[in-house]
């Protein structure tokens, strides 16, 4: 026990004449007005690094001195020094020292190589080393400062105009002042400490935490989704690959054995045309051979003197020998197969037009399949960039819808038109099309002035009776407004929708997603309704008119 406390004595001892500064024995000691002692070379390097601002400070508690101290020896201080130097019974080993390094907080005491700082005093706004942190807790052995570990936001604590701790938050700027601010600049602003306005911004910051947490949870799912729908979607491409493979060598075998069989067919026909023209070519030979003796017999006959001779074999020989065919033959001009090749040449056409359209087909039904899709605009700045322009088409107009403004612009007229006899024009509703399909993403608007049906299309529907009227089928989709009520129909279900409070209609198309959205633009786009399908065919922008005389006009 009494070693114990002699080894805790001689620590304090080696504390109290320790300097702050180099953390060795005092050399040449001296004494500030704020009661702390320094190596007379020590102090004097570090008030040198402060003649430029011409305020010189302590070390440790920051007291400030203005002009210069003269420094005096504090003699009662060299000589305890020089007792306790010859009283030390055995070194002291110092503590392993570690050097601030690139990233590392140095410490504001230490002067030529700075070690690395442990801990920052929010009071005093010093960030000390390991041992001039116990120093400074020597020093403020009844003061109790806020200690915090060292960081490189200690500068962000300080007012960089004033040069005092940032103590107070400024609600109407919305920043960090000090109290000096609060009487200057920001006199008279809406001030809390800067707990208050912690604990305020707290519960925004709980909150954007939970939304925070909220978006990761939903990046997750997405992320697990997006994962998913990628193996499903090498699956079927893989699938799509085998069975493409399969059919095309179906196909092909199928080809194959079409050409053997149009080879059997021609070779077949060679053969038989060939044996019989053999049979025929046969007994000709036989014929001409018969007649040649004859001929011989005849000759031979011609040049005998014997008449008797003559006269009883002439008989027998003038008759002419009869042959088998009656008729002669008749030899066919047409021995070629060129028909057969042109056929054949024609098949070769058609079978690669039919190929390439419906190569075209899959071309398009491939591009459909996407493990994204595009991010849905959500500004009109997002949707303009998918913007189309239309125009109505004379040809579907009904005859009492007068088109102008080079026909973008559209009403009803008290006298029929003379429009021309077409079997695409609307026979019993005012209705009209537009010329320009949609097959992609589209996006356009419409101004009105009064009341007016807005749809959209496909161009297979029928122009004759109460079929034709768009809605009341499976071949349209119709946003209605009529006096400010707004409804949707299609395949003649309606929906109540809320009241228009724009003239001006926004209609967005993604034809692959089989999404048709109608909105309401002004300042922001509001969503009147949106309909999620499966479009089969292309669309067509179309209009309703009523008999109040309205106009609407394609933007």
């Given at each position: ?13 080696l ?31 570090c ?12 070390p ?46 140095e ?35 009844g ?11 200690l ?5 960089t ?45 709980g ?136 056929s ?16 075209m ?52 007229c ?22 320009e ?19 959209v ?44 409070a ?54």
């Amino acid at each position: 026990m009494r070693l114990r406390r002699m080894a805790e004595s001689s620590q304090s001892n080696l504390d109290l004449f320790t300097c702050p500064v180099c953390l060795d024995l005092l050399r040449d000691p001296v004494t500030l007005h704020c009661g702390h002692n320094y190596c007379t070379g020590c102090i004097k390097d570090c008030w040198d690094q402060e003649d430029q601002k011409g305020v010189y400070s302590c070390p440790q508690c920051r007291h400030t001195f203005t002009p210069r101290p003269v420094l005096n020896k504090n003699n009662v201080f060299v000589e305890l020094v020089e007792q306790f130097r010859k009283s030390r019974i055995r070194p002291v080993v110092p503590a392993p020292v570690v050097c601030a390094g690139a990233g590392d907080v140095e410490c504001d005491v230490c002067t030529g190589r700075k070690l690395k700082a442990v801990k920052s005093c929010l009071e005093c706004l010093v960030s000390y080393c390991e041992t001039h942190y116990n120093v400074h807790n020597d020093v403020n052995p009844g003061r109790k400062h806020k200690m915090v570990d060292a960081t490189g936001q200690l500068q962000e604590r300080i007012c960089t105009q004033h040069e005092k701790p940032l103590e107070v938050f400024c609600r109407t700027d919305q920043t960090c002042v000090c109290l000096l601010c609060v009487m200057d600049e920001h006199k008279g602003h809406d001030t809390v400490s800067a707990s208050a306005g912690r604990k305020e911004k707290q519960t925004h910051l709980g909150e954007t935490q939970t939304k925070c947490q909220q978006r990761i949870q939903e990046r997750e799912k997405e992320l697990q989704e997006l994962r998913k729908a990628v193996e499903t979607f090498k699956s079927s491409a893989q699938t799509a690959v085998e069975d493409s493979e399969r059919i095309f060598t179906d196909m092909i075998r199928s080809i194959e054995r079409r050409r053997s069989e149009v080879t059997e067919l021609i070779r077949g026909q060679e053969k038989a045309e060939v044996s019989r023209a053999e049979e025929h070519l046969k007994r000709l030979e036989q014929e001409i051979a018969e007649l040649k003796r004859r001929n011989a017999e005849l000759e031979q006959l011609s040049h005998t003197e014997d008449h008797i001779h003559f006269l009883k074999t002439f008989q027998s020989v003038s008759s002419t020998p009869e042959t088998k065919d009656v008729f002669s033959t008749c030899v066919s001009q047409s021995l070629s197969f060129e028909a057969v090749k042109k056929s054949v040449s024609s098949l070769k056409g058609q079978l690669e037009d039919f190929c390439k359209e419906e190569l075209m087909k899959i071309s398009a039904a491939v591009a459909k399949v996407q493990v994204m899709l595009p991010a849905e605009p959500t500004t009109r700045e997002d949707f303009l960039q998918y913007s189309c322009h239309f125009t109505l088409d004379p040809n579907t107009a009904h005859k009492q819808l007068c088109l102008s403004e080079g026909n973008r612009r559209v009403q009803e007229c008290a006298q029929v038109q003379p429009y021309p006899d077409h079997p695409e024009r609307f026979d019993m509703w005012p209705q009209v099309l537009c010329r320009e399909g949609v097959s992609g993403r589209c996006y356009w608007e419409v101004e009105r002035s009064g009341n007016f049906d807005i749809a959209v299309s496909y161009k297979s529907i029928s122009r004759r009776g109460d079929e034709s009227w768009f809605g009341c089928n499976d071949q349209a989709w119709l946003l209605r407004t009529f006096n400010s009520s707004c409804s949707f129909r299609h395949n003649n279900e309606e929906t109540e929708l809320p009241l228009l409070a724009s003239s001006r209609i926004g209609v967005y198309v993604d034809h692959e997603a089989g999404t048709l959205a109608f909105y309401n633009v002004s300042d922001t786009m509001t969503l009147l309704h949106r309909v999620q399908t499966t479009f089969s065919h292309t669309l067509y922008p179309g209009f309703y008119m009523y008999s109040e005389s309205p106009s609407v006009k394609l933007l």
